[in-house]
């Protein structure tokens, strides 16, 4: 029989080895308008739930706690500004399908298990519409468009085709583009082939993010940004979280902070700390525009998992703009160089002029680096770490559905309500231990690097 948390000899005080240290803009939200001054906590708080971390996982908690326990005092502290941590530096894609990044083809692992995991995802996807709809977030912003697989050889056709089978199998519509089609979507002859899936959602993921945060503000949660947590502690049948100018008091807390829960001791020497990399254009004129020609919205994620994603948004999302997204750095300390900026921005230049020769050289108003926590066997970690305390942790790369889904689970866990979303994590071994340093950086930077070289044109 497992052991209770509570039974366990841990430390009852957590002190934050580290805060999260960003590298570029975030620039989703850079393109949006402004946002209101930050409210920090300034004092003393007590609250019934406390929440580590506003994006995606810990807000859905709020939403999933508030929804739990009416009249409930939530509170939750967010390191920096909403939407410009990690959810606002991915690419905005809410996937519905199986999307294993260490699989050739995203295939998951066998028709039962990914019958499942739609399901949930889809528990996650249906939540988010849910508070688009109660909290009137601009429609714009959560546009269930679906995506296509691009395929730039005849070497990833063959896995787009691998993965359509795989689809069919499980009775999810999928279509075949050709290389027309691609160019008719996208404006590029750069693609031989398409794999169109309807049941993604497209994000402008900053967009979501602040107007979930406005709305639980509305609906009297307590949302505080520029408050990093320092640390915390067991005080008698409670918890206390520090921050620069205040405390609070809780009950109940959530770690929904990712990969900064081994900042926090936990789960020390199992958790893969990635960065991927990406580049936004400047707001394209008409005339880019007439030469570009395709479609105004768009998404195009590589049929090989380590290639390079596309997305072009318009006016409704931020402006007439492309979005190139490649490349990929293990960094066990979660600090990126600039250098390492630098290089990626390099390629995805390079990435760019090939798919769009009639706009070579416009230029890229923003390069960032946004943070991926991973497990090497692919779990995530959503459980009770200790008495009162619980995680809605490690995305495995896919921040946006997989987020949202632990931060419902942890809230419910939190709430003493059983469900299908906890059930599943609650099932899932430990993550697997990393070897020792220096040899999991070496060799998963040496891997990676091999994984992007064997994607080519992809």
Same mark, same amino acid.
């Given at each position: 029989?497992?052991?209770?948390?509570?039974?366990?000899?841990?430390?009852?005080?957590h002190?934050?080895?580290?805060?999260?240290?960003?590298?570029?803009?975030?620039?989703?939200?850079?393109?949006?308008?402004?946002?209101?001054?930050?409210?920090?906590?300034?004092?003393?708080?007590?609250?019934?739930?406390?929440?580590?971390?506003?994006?995606?996982?810990?807000?859905?908690?709020?939403?999933?706690?508030? #929804?739990?326990?009416?009249?409930?005092?939530?509170?939750?502290?967010?390191?920096?500004?909403?939407?410009?941590?990690?959810?606002?530096?991915n690419?905005?894609?809410?996937?519905?399908?199986?999307?294993d990044?260490?699989?050739?083809?995203?295939?998951?692992?066998?028709?039962?298990?990914?019958?499942?995991?739609?399901?949930?995802?889809?528990?996650?996807?249906?939540?988010?519409?849910?508070?688009?709809?109660r909290?009137?977030?601009?429609?714009?912003?959560?546009?269930?468009?679906?995506?296509?697989?691009?395929?730039?050889?005849?070497t990833?056709?063959?896995?787009?085709?691998?993965?359509?089978?795989?689809?069919?199998?499980?009775?999810e519509?999928?279509?075949?583009?050709?290389?027309?089609?691609?160019?008719?979507l996208?404006?590029?002859?750069?693609?031989v082939?398409?794999?169109?899936?309807?049941?993604?959602?497209?994000?402008?993921?900053?967009?979501?993010?602040?107007?979930?945060?406005?709305?639980?503000?509305?609906?009297?949660v307590?949302?505080?940004?520029?408050?990093?947590?320092?640390?915390?502690?067991?005080?008698?049948?409670?918890?206390?979280?520090?921050t620069?100018?205040?405390?609070?008091?809780?009950?109940?807390?959530?770690?929904?902070?990712?990969g900064?829960?081994?900042?926090?001791?936990?789960? #020390?020497?199992?958790?893969?700390?990635?960065?991927?990399?990406?580049?936004?254009?400047?707001?394209?004129?008409?005339e880019?525009?007439?030469?570009?020609g395709?479609?105004?919205?768009?998404?195009?994620?590589?049929?090989?998992?380590?290639?390079?994603?596309?997305r072009?948004?318009d006016?409704?999302?931020?402006?007439?703009?492309?979005?190139?997204?490649?490349?990929?750095?293990?960094?066990?300390?979660?600090?990126?160089?600039?250098?390492?900026?630098?290089?990626?921005?390099?390629?995805?230049?390079?990435?760019?002029?090939?798919?769009?020769?009639?706009?070579?050289?416009?230029?890229?108003?923003?390069?960032?680096?946004?943070?991926?926590?991973?497990?090497?066997?692919?779990?995530?970690?959503?459980?009770?770490?200790?008495?009162g305390?619980w995680?809605?942790?490690?995305?495995n790369?896919?921040?946006?559905t997989?987020?949202?889904?632990?931060?419902?689970?942890?809230?419910?866990?939190?709430?003493?309500?059983?469900?299908?979303?906890?059930?599943?994590?609650?099932?899932?071994?430990?993550p697997?231990?990393?070897?020792p340093?220096?040899?999991s950086t070496?060799?998963a930077?040496?891997?990676?690097?091999?994984?992007?070289?064997?994607?080519?044109?992809?």
């Open positions: 029989m497992p052991t209770r948390p509570s039974e366990r000899a841990l430390p009852r005080e002190r934050a080895a580290r805060l999260p240290v960003q590298r570029g803009p975030a620039a989703w939200s850079a393109i949006l308008p402004g946002q209101p001054a930050p409210v920090g906590l300034d004092g003393d708080v007590t609250a019934d739930f406390a929440l580590v971390g506003g994006g995606f996982a810990g807000l859905s908690a709020a939403r999933r706690l508030a #929804q739990l326990n009416p009249g409930a005092r939530i509170v939750v502290l967010e390191a920096g500004r909403l939407a410009e941590g990690a959810s606002g530096r690419s905005g894609f809410m996937i519905d399908l199986p999307h990044l260490s699989s050739d083809d995203y295939s998951g692992h066998g028709p039962e298990a990914d019958r499942a995991m739609i399901g949930l995802n889809r528990q996650a996807i249906a939540f988010a519409r849910e508070a688009v709809e909290y009137d977030i601009d429609r714009n912003f959560f546009d269930p468009a679906g995506k296509v697989n691009g395929a730039a050889s005849e990833a056709d063959a896995l787009n085709r691998s993965y359509a089978k795989h689809l069919t199998e499980l009775g519509p999928n279509e075949r583009l050709d290389a027309q089609a691609m160019a008719d996208t404006g590029s002859r750069h693609y082939s398409g794999l169109y899936t309807p049941g993604t959602v497209m994000l402008q993921p900053a967009g979501y993010i602040r107007g979930l945060g406005k709305g639980l503000r509305r609906d009297g307590m949302v505080f940004e520029s408050s990093p947590v320092s640390g915390m502690r067991r005080d008698g049948g409670s918890w206390e979280l520090a620069p100018r205040g405390r609070v008091r809780a009950d109940r807390v959530i770690l929904a902070n990712n900064h829960l081994e900042s926090f001791g936990f789960e #020390q020497g199992r958790l893969m700390h990635v960065f991927l990399y990406a580049s936004m254009t400047v707001e394209l004129d008409a880019a525009l007439r030469r570009l395709g479609q105004p919205r768009w998404g195009v994620t590589p049929s090989d998992p380590m290639g390079t994603t596309m072009r948004i006016p409704g999302q931020g402006g007439n703009r492309i979005v190139t997204r490649t490349c990929a750095t293990f960094e066990p300390g979660m600090e990126p160089t600039e250098a390492t900026l630098r290089r990626t921005a390099a390629v995805h230049r390079e990435k760019f002029d090939e798919r769009f020769p009639a706009l070579k050289g416009v230029r890229m108003e923003h390069t960032w680096a946004g943070h991926l926590c991973l497990s090497r066997n692919g779990v995530s970690v959503m459980k009770e770490l200790d008495q305390l995680s809605a942790c490690v995305c790369g896919l921040g946006t997989r987020s949202t889904l632990t931060g419902i689970g942890a809230a419910e866990l939190a709430s003493g309500v059983e469900s299908d979303v906890t059930r599943h994590f609650l099932a899932e071994p430990e697997t231990k990393l070897p340093q220096p040899f070496l060799g930077n040496a891997y990676l690097r091999w994984k992007e070289w064997r994607a080519g044109r992809e």
